[in-house]
Structures are given as C-alpha cells and as structure tokens.
C-alpha cells in the first residue's frame, strides 16, 4: 500500500513509518521539521519537507498517489494552545482541511486521523470514558482536535473511510522533552541532567497513558479495516503525575523533590479512556504495562538523551 505519513519525523509519526516500512508498504513522510527530528527518519521512506497547508501539496500527491493518509502532524500542547489559540487553530484546523481537500482531490481511499481522547471529554461525567462520551474540551488544543473530526465527517465523501483514533497520553522512545507537553520524556530529560523536576498543580492529576508501541500496533490494525470507525486507544487504567514521578525516580535513582507550580489553564484533573471498543471492533489490546513501558523509556533515554 502507497502511505503519506504526516509528522512522520516526530515521536509518533516515525514509530508508525517504521512499522510500516518493515511491513513492506510504501511510504512517503511529510514534515517541516519544526518538532519532527530528521534522524528518527527511516531511510526507506520518501521525504518532503513541507507543510501541510503548503500550495505545493496538492503535485506531492498527484506524483506520488497514495491510497491512505496517516494523519499524525499536529500541534499538540494544551499550554501552549492556550497562549497562542491562532496557532493551535491553523496547525490543526486549516492545515488538516487543506489535507482532507487534497485527499478528495487525489481519490485517497482512506484517512486515519490520531485525534486526542485526553483532552476531548472535558471533565469526565463518568469514567472511563467511552466514545459516546458527551464532547467537551475545555482546552484550544481539545476544540481544535475535535474540529477536525468534524471536518472529516461533514466533508469527506462516503467512499473515503474515515477512521479516528483517539489517544491517551501516548509516551515512549522518541518523545519530545524540548516542548509544553509530554510529562514522561520532560521528567526523564531533568532527572538525567540532575535538574529539578517541576510539576504544574498538585500532582494529582490523572492520566491514561498508553506506550507507543501499543499505539502503533493499533495503526497497523486499523490500517486493515474496511469500514470508518472511531475509538479510543487506551491502556484504560489511570494514573497520577505524582505516580509517575516517583516510578521514575525508582527507574532512574533520582533523588531530588519535585517543585509544585501553578497549575496550567485547560488542562483536566481527571481522564481515563475505555477501550473496550476498540478491542471488539479491531482485536486489539494494550500489552505494555505502565512500569514497563516507562522502564523501556527510560532506558532509551539513558542511552539517546542529549540536550
């Protein structure tokens, strides 16, 4: 199969490109590099350097011809969806509505968007929560993933197969420790510089993580369906910041206090994700456990963290 990767050389995106090139598909990335870093690439897969709202967009595709998008690109910060909405708003709206444009315009037989769980649910009314959940993100960066959504449903035509995956707090090799969001690699790029851990609030906030492999392996299913479809990708259980940071000191002998600040606006207290949808509409189930997957991350850090 012809794939476009979108943010295929960020944290995410190149974990997918990977799989899929061992899986033999053929694959074309599209980055700007901005967070995407050139050497997690995988020298088997095409490369443009472009973004996704660029005019050029539409001659990649017509040259190229894939049959599937894996829409990963995104700005992907609560805090800083809440400085600069304007931002959040044209990397993850009007860019992503110039890619479904294009898709119609190439006859792309399907679109799977990794959309956000975690921040899309608002604060639960009951948890965990499902995917009929009502929607109320209380945060630009929930809205403007959530808009996205909407956008695939209203505009895409009926042969397109449109499939949503909604993710937890997806963490692992690779992550980003430069950026506002991603508590496991931040944590871990202190705790190795022997820097002081700062935690925003009272480190009581709960979170379904869920580890990068898990998530890939639900691509690579979710690539083979034949229907459009929507789920959550969940480890289903929570967990704190605070149980977080004191895994990781286990894991990485750091001894140091946490500095508590103020907690950052539009971010929820509380969010687990059920999964039970996707485990009886794709067969897939979460295998890496937390402390394993934060050991496996760890690791990795150890051996790869440079400043």
């Not at 044209?90 to 890619?99: A, P």
């Not at 207290?269 to 189930?285: G, H």
Request: aromatic share 10%; net charge negative.
């Amino acid at each position: 199969m012809k794939i476009v990767v979108t943010g295929g050389a960020g944290f995410i995106g190149s974990s997918i490109v990977d799989r899929l090139i061992l899986n033999g598909e053929e694959v074309l990335v599209l980055d700007n590099l901005s967070t995407g870093r050139i050497e997690y690439l995988n020298q088997y897969a095409e490369f443009e350097n472009v973004d996704i709202d660029s005019s050029n967009l539409k001659n990649i595709f017509l040259k190229f011809q894939p049959e599937a998008i894996i829409h990963c690109a995104a700005q992907i910060s609560v805090k800083d969806s809440e400085s600069d909405p304007i931002f959040d708003a044209k990397n993850n709206i009007i860019s992503g509505l110039n890619l479904l444009k294009i898709a119609i315009d190439s006859n792309v037989r399907q679109i799977l968007y990794l959309g956000t769980g975690g921040a899309l649910y608002g604060e639960p009314k009951y948890l965990p929560c499902d995917e009929i959940h009502p929607i109320n993100p209380i945060s630009p960066y929930g809205l403007s993933k959530w808009t996205l959504e909407r956008y695939m449903d209203l505009i895409l035509p009926e042969p397109i197969l449109k499939k949503v995956l909604r993710l937890g707090n997806v963490y692992g090799p690779r992550q980003d420790h430069t950026g506002a969001s991603g508590v496991v690699a931040i944590f871990l790029s202190k705790m190795f510089l022997n820097n002081v851990v700062e935690i925003y609030g009272d480190g009581e906030q709960v979170r379904d993580f869920i580890f990068i492999s898990d998530v890939v392996d639900a691509v690579e299913i979710a690539l083979k369906s034949t229907s459009s479809f929507t789920v959550n990708i969940s480890s289903g259980v929570g967990a704190s910041v605070n149980e977080i940071f004191k895994i990781l000191c286990t894991q990485t002998l750091y001894k140091d206090s946490p500095q508590f600040k103020s907690k950052i606006s539009g971010d929820i207290n509380r969010i687990i994700l059920s999964n039970d949808k996707a485990k009886s509409y794709l067969d897939w189930a979460p295998k890496i456990s937390l402390e394993e997957g934060l050991n496996k991350t760890s690791e990795w850090f150890k051996n790869n963290f440079s400043k």
